[in-house]
């Protein structure tokens, strides 16, 4: 049985999310108390039609003591099934003009004296049991309705425990780093294209951004460098049960370096991690990979 857990802030997705998975034949149920997991698996399983793929979303509706003893539900019930937590978080400026644009009341709000900014930072509070058992964060911050779900069908209904998923992003530190990092690299210190009046508008995918960027060993010596981080570490992160791990590339705008280097560490990890996910965020552009090592971008 395969169990897709969904939580996160408010307006960050989670509806998206849950439908999703609901369109792709998942058994989905909105707003479950934390308590009634385990007896939900229970009637599931015993039914004459048994579900094998659920998915839940659990929240900041739930009761402050359900969420508490989260992560000891979740302990035993991952032990009977094969279990996912996703959580979906958004920059808080973002939730902010989201619910300004829909005018929706924040959960956090209804009976009390909270403003919505106040209830949007409670709630992280509130869900931190959550989002510190989460397998995989999501950062909706600039994705569209489209792109999450793309990433939640690739990403999460399709992802097996036997193997990591392997996420390989470029970002522009100017606006902000991504929350679902797990590591970073900061590429700023490369030779930047910007400064080429005919480079500056092409993106690292391009050749004539390439052409330029090979021709500065500072650019070999850098991917280099983090190709043997990543062959160094990476089986380590495996062996320790990891299901999704995100390698955030950052140079200033997220258009040229950090989308060049991105577009070949994907290519020379895409044979060992099948499922491998490359995403250039600045550029609203993401594809899983399945490639031959060392093919070209």
């Known amino acids: 049985m395969q169990l897709v857990i969904i939580s996160g802030r408010s307006g960050s997705g989670k509806s998206i999310a849950l439908q999703a998975l609901e369109d792709l034949g998942f058994y989905a149920i909105d707003n479950l108390p934390a308590t009634l997991l385990a007896p939900l698996i229970d009637e599931l399983d015993a039914g004459s039609v048994g579900q094998r793929r659920i998915a839940v979303s659990i929240d900041a509706r739930n009761l402050p003591e359900a969420l508490e003893r989260f992560p000891a539900l979740l302990a035993d019930l991952s032990k009977r099934v094969d279990s996912q937590v996703v959580y979906l978080t958004t920059d808080t400026k973002a939730l902010l003009e989201r619910y300004a644009a829909t005018r929706r009341r924040h959960p956090l709000t209804r009976g009390s004296q909270m403003t919505l900014a106040e209830a949007i930072e409670s709630e992280q509070t509130y869900l931190a049991a959550i989002r510190n058992a989460a397998d995989l964060i999501i950062d909706t911050t600039s994705q569209s309705v489209h792109e999450l779900r793309s990433q939640i069908a690739t990403q999460v209904a399709d992802h097996t425990s036997r193997q990591m998923t392997l996420t390989i992003e470029s970002f522009g530190f ?40 090979e021709d500065y060993d500072d650019v070999t010596d850098m991917y280099n460098d983090i190709v043997k981080w990543l062959e160094r570490w990476l089986p380590s992160y495996t062996a320790s049960n990891r299901s999704y791990f995100t390698v955030a590339i950052g140079c200033t705008g997220g258009q040229h370096r950090s989308v060049y280097l991105a577009e070949r560490l994907a290519s020379q990890f895409a044979g060992q991690y099948p499922s491998l996910r490359l995403r250039h965020r600045e550029l609203s552009v993401q594809k899983v990979l399945n490639e031959t090592p060392n093919a070209s971008p």
């Open 174 to 213: 100017k606006h902000g780093v991504p929350l679902d990092a797990d590591t970073v690299f900061d590429v700023r210190c490369l030779p930047n294209p910007y400064w080429i009046p005919a480079l500056r508008s092409h993106t690292g995918q391009e050749q004539e951004v390439a052409a330029f960027l």
